[in-house]
Nanobody
């Protein structure tokens, strides 16, 4: 499985962006897909995840109410809608895939099997 993330950019605080993650190869029903982010000097942190088959969603507290994760099975693509962006959201955003199966998507980056290349999100104040 190869993942390609895009959609990042420079936006003012309060603005919005939509990130996409296109997957090539087979995404099976037991897979979990996630978004992580990493700011300079910080560890990679969980943002949101979704189960590929049912579409159940999970969010970090920092993302709840502002970000929305979704997927389009037919297009093998996952999305992350970023609203009400804050300067502290500035980071490289990565998409990832976990082969599963698990009861719920993992929140630790080292439990994911495949990674996209990352897309930069910069929020100016």
């Amino acid at each position: 499985v190869q993942l390609q993330a895009c959609g990042g950019g420079l936006v003012q605080a309060g603005g919005s962006l939509r990130l996409s993650c296109a997957a090539s190869g087979n995404i099976f029903s037991g897979y979990n897909m996630g978004w992580f982010r990493q700011a300079p000097g910080k560890e990679r942190e969980f943002v949101a995840a979704i189960t590929w088959s049912v579409g159940s969603t999970y969010y970090a507290d920092s993302a709840k109410g502002r970000f929305t994760i979704s997927r389009d099975n037919a297009k093998n693509t996952m999305y992350l809608q970023l609203n009400s962006l804050k300067p502290e959201d500035t980071a490289v955003y990565y998409c990832a895939a976990d082969r599963g199966p698990r009861p719920s998507p993992p929140r630790q980056y080292y439990e994911y099997d495949y990674w996209g290349q990352g897309t930069q999100v910069t929020v100016s104040s």
